[in-house]
């Protein structure tokens, strides 16, 4: 683990999504990590609903209180987004720091921004030694915004609360990126909800889980004079009503129960997968793990070339030198169902080429 100044070196506005555009929209998509059985029947009925209501300016009061119970927080500790994105964004543009540091490899949306906003970002590299998990320590004390992803992307580990916790101190911005925190059975480990902590500013995506992706929803919780930072750089009306529509139902009971019987799902899908993969390992197939997400990393030779074999044979994964971090010796693949992973495994041993 150690630090580097951020540079060019990696396309930070790569993602999953540009592996199927274009002449990969006919692939199965292993690329984005966002549920394939999704939005279901009734939420998908629940938005087309709210259309009705479209002639009127979008009012977020009531998502925005229903966010609030979900985590037992003051509705004044909540912000809504047009998806955890657009967080991001505000984050960087509002807040006045001196020296952020992102932590990676993790999603690259956060330094993207932060660069966009004119900061020099500093980088905490973990490494694959150390199974990509994080020693607080290893975060220059001077950091006064500090950005990490739980579980992160795309990593697939899981780090324990008490570690990122140990990243927090009076004036710190501590950043943690939930995004895929639903995904966890129990939600281990989350800091979603916690008013203790100095300085810390949760993100959640409804998109992920509810394959919402084309609706841009998510939300901020952190204290009220950050949010309120944060508010003041939005632009009026920044969530549409559609959008607030799905938060509020999101958050439910239904929806929580849901959520949390996908996470299980997810969990034994990603245990098959796993299996699979490891009748690779004479070959050189490696996962990081535990994996904790709806994805996995994998290490392999001549990942690249494999990649490409796989589009040819009609399968869409995301290539991982776009993280810093990692180079091209890396592929991270979506956890799917059973049968589609199966299908994955056969391709991926013609992609290996002969053994």
Known sequence: MHTEPGDAGHDLRHHGDAEVRDDGSALVDLAVNVRADTPP?????????SLAGLAAYPDGRAARAAVAARHGLPVERVLLTAGAAEAFVLLARALKVCRPVVVHPQF???????????HSVDRVLLREADGFRLDP?????????????NPTNPTSV??????????????????VDEAFMDAVPGEREALAGRTDVPGLVV???LTKTWGLAGLRI??????PETVGELERAQPLWPVSTPALAAAEVCVGTRALAEAAHAAHRVAADRAHLLAGLDGFASR???AVGPAEGPFVLLRLPHAAAVRARLRSLGYAVRRGDTFPGLDDGWLRLAVRDRETTDRFLTALADAL???
């Open 41 to 49: 029947a009734w939420l998908r009925e629940h938005i087309a609903a």
């Open 203 to 205: 993100l959640r995506s």
């Open 108 to 118: 690259t949306e956060p330094e993207a921004a932060l660069r966009d906003a004119g």
């Open 218 to 223: 998510g939300y901020v919780l952190a204290d």
């Open 137 to 149: 320590a290893a975060v220059p004390e001077e950091a006064d915004l500090v950005v990490i992803g």
């Open 353 to 355: 080429g002969p053994h």
């Open 158 to 175: 899981l780090h324990p609360a008490a570690d990122i916790v140990r990243l927090a101190r009076p004036g710190r911005t501590l950043v």
């Open 284 to 286: 050189g197939v490696r």
